[in-house]
């Protein structure tokens, strides 16, 4: 017998538009590699919820008769296999969950479950966090049990922030889900005279979504058909994107309140496309002046839903600008739980196709556009190397471009 080998599917973090593509497309490229003679044997076993089912037992294998069944996925959101967020070197929070006992080191417990699966390849479909924890643990086999577990990372993330990926699975998606919430939600600015409506996007450190999101809609916007002249009090202009504030560039609340207010006396309504990251500092700043708590996550970074950078900064702006209503909606959810569109599809399908192979030469790494090699290539980017927090690069011209078309100053 040649060789056989038994891969791990898992997901992991939270949802964006690729993670049923991505299972599928692995299990094609799998189930491929063994009818053209590349291994000799092979399993595809599923953890469900991510690191939670390897550190619970909670695992299935799909049969090989199902395998050419799988194409459904492609127009599949969310993760047919469950997602959890588990940080495996954070003991005090995996022990109060229950997914390890007391005295139990969790790297530990997912390195014996791994073994005891037998598990060869590990294909982590998730963002920095979730694969710099699987090289982690795939060294934790080696130095403690002379094991080796070839580790497959799918860089999952709608922000776009992975470094040094050049574009994250389920990015593009989500910007274009985004565009199309807006179309629907910017509707709502003829419902109340002077209104302000907030698009909150996604994005802790990174302005991509928010930025490509208000590219996508202004496109959806230029191709809607309007009469020539003022015929209605609702018009291109009253529809359009007034501002977009991302953590890349100072809010200059005061400044943009002057020149918002200008465009309210015009239009009769404002709409700001907002990151939800922008002007998180200010607001922790205020919370720690005042004594209280700062929720985080099992992973320490700041649970944004819960101090809602778009309600306090849509308060500030409404009294700048004379807003009779404030309508503040948040597209994360319905953009991050779509199906991935024919970009991501092709992006995802070429990095699972490249990883199968990479996997079977032995090689472990993060799949994606490496931009720090000339060209770009689609290659297992070292782990070492993969870090999240990459910043969007607003001197981008299309960028620039739109913000000089909507009259907003750098």
Avoid at 5 to 34: D, F, Q
Avoid at 93 to 115: F, S
Avoid at 189 to 206: F, W
Avoid at 339 to 344: E, I, K, L, R, V
Wanted: aromatic share 8%.
């Amino acid at each position: 017998m040649g060789k056989v080998e038994n891969v791990a599917l898992m997901t992991s973090g939270g949802l964006a538009p690729c993670l049923s593509s991505s299972v599928g497309h692995l299990i094609y490229y799998w189930s491929e590699a063994l009818k053209a003679g590349k291994i000799d044997g092979l399993t595809i076993r599923c953890y469900v919820d991510g690191y939670k089912g390897i550190l619970t037992g909670h695992s299935y294998t799909i049969p090989p008769e199902h395998w050419s069944k799988c194409s459904f996925l492609q127009e599949l959101g969310g993760s047919p296999i469950g997602n959890s967020r588990v940080k495996l070197t954070n003991i005090k929070d995996c022990v109060a969950r229950g997914l390890v006992k007391e005295g139990e080191e969790p790297l530990e417990v997912a390195a014996r479950q791994l073994i005891a699966d037998q598990v060869t390849v590990i294909h982590t479909i998730g963002g920095d966090d979730t694969n710099t924890q699987a090289a982690v643990l795939s060294k934790y086999i080696l130095d403690n049990y002379g094991g080796k577990v070839g580790v497959i990372g799918m860089p999952k993330t709608v922000d776009n922030d992975v470094n040094p990926i050049k574009q994250s699975f389920g990015a593009d998606t989500a910007a274009e889900q985004g565009a199309l919430f807006f179309k629907n939600v910017v509707n709502e600015s003829t419902a109340n005279p002077r209104m302000l409506i907030l698009h909150e996007c996604m994005g802790r450190d990174s302005g991509y979504l928010t930025a490509a999101t208000a590219y996508k809609y202004r496109e959806m916007l230029a191709n809607q058909d309007f009469p020539e002249g003022h015929v209605f009090s609702s018009t291109r202009q009253s529809r359009d994107v007034h501002a977009v504030w991302i953590p890349e560039m100072p809010l200059n609340i005061e400044a943009e309140g002057a020149r918002l207010k200008k465009l309210m006396d015009t239009y009769g309504n404002v709409n700001v496309f907002m990151s939800e990251g922008s002007g998180v500092h200010e607001i922790l700043a205020e919370l720690e002046a005042k004594g209280q708590d700062v929720p985080r996550d099992a992973f320490g970074h700041v649970k944004l839903d819960q101090i809602n950078p778009g309600q306090y900064f849509a308060k500030r702006l409404a009294e700048m600008i004379d807003a009779e209503k404030t309508l503040v909606q948040k597209s994360g959810y319905f953009a991050r739980s779509a199906a991935a569109n024919a970009f991501d599809k092709e992006l995802i399908r070429k990095c699972a196709e490249a990883g199968v192979d990479a996997a079977i030469e032995g090689i472990s790494g993060c799949m994606g556009e490496d931009e720090d090699k000339e060209g770009c290539p689609i290659r297992a980017c070292e782990f070492e190397r993969i870090s999240g927090g990459k910043h969007f690069n607003y001197k981008q011209e299309w960028f620039l471009g739109m913000l000089q078309n909507i009259g907003q100053p750098l």
